[in-house]
């Protein structure tokens, strides 16, 4: 049964730091690109950070600078370490995972979200 479980959400001030998890478990982690979304109340879901199975990441242009994605592939988490956090950065953030299965395409599992909430 594939599964992602995640942790560390909360309440920050602006400015200040959280560092969110994500524990992968049912499919093969480290040929899987990893991936964290967000979504907004009223807004559609998008995509913050993605780490390949390379481990290059990319991120999108409202956070660069800001957050840093990692995985371990021995433990088999991606991690999301946010900094310097904005009103703006409050969301639900999913952990996303995209199995390539060869000719088959690819498969993708969603984890149950995290409230992030930056606010005084």
């Known amino acids: 049964q594939e599964q992602l479980v995640e942790s560390g959400g909360g309440l920050v001030q602006p400015g200040g730091s959280l560092t969110l998890s994500c524990a992968a478990s049912?499919?093969?982690?480290?040929?899987?690109?990893m991936s964290w979304y967000r979504q907004a109340p009223g807004n559609e879901r998008e995509l913050v950070a993605s780490?390949?199975?390379?481990?290059?990441?990319t991120y999108a242009d409202s956070v660069k600078g800001r957050f840093t994605i990692s995985r371990d592939d021995e433990e088999d988490t991606v991690s999301l370490q946010m900094n310097s956090l904005k009103p703006e950065d409050t969301a639900v953030y999913y952990c996303?995972?995209?199995?390539?299965?060869?000719?088959?395409?690819?498969?993708?599992?969603w984890g149950q979200g995290t409230q992030v909430t930056v606010s005084s």
């Open positions: 996303h995972a995209a199995e390539p299965m060869g000719r088959y395409g690819t498969l993708e599992y």
């Open positions: 780490v390949d199975a390379h481990a290059t990441p």
């Open positions: 049912g499919f093969m982690f480290r040929r899987s690109t």
